[in-house]
């Protein structure tokens, strides 16, 4: 059984910086590729970044392009998503999740991926 398991959400004022880690476990982590997402309160989620099976590929949403990287470790079964130069309308729980497809270089689209974490809230004050 899949299982994702975020962390490092929390509360911090604009401008600062969070690190958001993602540990997979029950499917081989390192052929797949992982995603976040986000989701704000009486919103859709949206789409925030994505990293291909290998690492050597990544996208991001144009709204946290150029403050958020996304890396893994797959030695670890982790997927990061590292934020800095926060701002309060990034407040959403946020969502890691991992592709249905192996050896997928990543993609925007929810449906793409089968499993996913539970969330960690980001709260980000003015």
């Known amino acids: 059984q899949v299982q994702l398991v975020e962390s490092g959400g929390g509360l911090v004022q604009a401008g600062g910086s969070l690190r958001l880690s993602c540990a997979a476990s029950?499917?081989?982590?390192?052929?797949?590729?992982m995603g976040w997402f986000r989701q704000a309160p009486g919103k859709e989620r949206e789409f925030v970044a994505t990293?291909?099976?290998?690492?050597?590929?990544?996208y991001y949403a144009d709204s946290v392009k150029g403050r958020f990287t996304i890396s893994r470790d797959n030695a670890k079964n982790t997927v990061y998503l590292q934020m800095n130069s926060l701002k309060p309308e990034d407040t959403a729980v946020y969502y890691c999740?991992?592709?249905?497809?192996?050896?997928?270089?990543?993609?925007?689209?929810?449906?793409?991926?089968?499993?996913w974490g539970q969330g960690t809230q980001v709260t980000v004050s003015s």
């Open positions: 029950g499917r081989t982590f390192s052929r797949y590729a």
């Open positions: 990293i291909s099976w290998s690492g050597g590929s990544t």
């Open positions: 999740a991992i592709s249905r497809y192996p050896y997928d270089r990543g993609s925007p689209t929810a449906t793409t991926y089968d499993y």
